[in-house]
């Protein structure tokens, strides 16, 4: 038996502009300098956040200080499911 242990546990936790929780999958918005972008969250790697296209899945990579402005985008039909209730 070993005499030490050591677990290292990491947990990132992401939000976009308003506060909402973002997560893996998730259709955002980012505005890039002067461009809005709509893509697919991916996660953290490396320093970078990474989406891939709504598309063709083309991977992307903006480090985090480029980002002025995010926020998740809910599908129609969550929107009116909501009202709703």
Known sequence: MAGLTVNEV????????????????????????????????????????ITKTCDDGIENRYRVKSIKKSKVVKAASQDAENKEE
């Open 10 to 49: 990491t947990r990132i936790e992401v939000s976009d502009s308003e506060g909402n929780a973002m997560h893996q999958g998730d259709t955002i918005v980012l505005r890039i300098d002067t461009e809005d972008i709509l893509c697919v969250f991916e996660g953290i790697k490396s320093g970078y956040f």
